[in-house]
């Protein structure tokens, strides 16, 4: 089986940074995408960044030019730098992979979720 591995949530007050890592691990032939969602409460979840293989990235618009969406393929990790955080940031974040298992199995798999919240 594979699992994602969430830290790096916590509080941290408005303009703040944080960072969030999230490791894949289990029978993992390889990793395409890698992408961090949200949802706040009453909320839909949405997609909050990208990551491809090839290190190619996309971000939600309520987050560009503040949040980083990084990989380290040999550790099978996707990280997201968080700054400049705003209140409206304040959801539980999920890391998602798409990838493809030993058994060869093309899968989506999910992480647990990680708080973060922005408050003063």
Not at 14 to 26: E, H, N, V
Not at 40 to 48: C, I, M, T, Y
């Amino acid at each position: 089986q594979v699992q994602l591995v969430e830290s790096g949530g916590g509080l941290v007050q408005p303009g703040g940074s944080l960072r969030l890592s999230c490791a894949a691990s289990g029978s993992i032939f390889s990793i395409n995408a890698m992408a961090w969602y949200r949802q706040a409460p009453g909320k839909q979840r949405e997609l909050v960044a990208t990551i491809t293989s090839g290190g190619s990235t996309n971000y939600a618009v309520s987050v560009k030019g503040r949040f980083t969406i990084s990989r380290d393929n040999a550790k099978n990790t996707v990280y997201l730098q968080m700054n400049s955080l705003k209140p409206e940031d304040t959801a539980v974040y999920y890391c998602n992979a798409d990838l493809y298992g030993y058994r060869g199995t093309y899968q989506s798999i999910w992480g647990q979720g990680t708080q973060v919240t922005v408050s003063s």
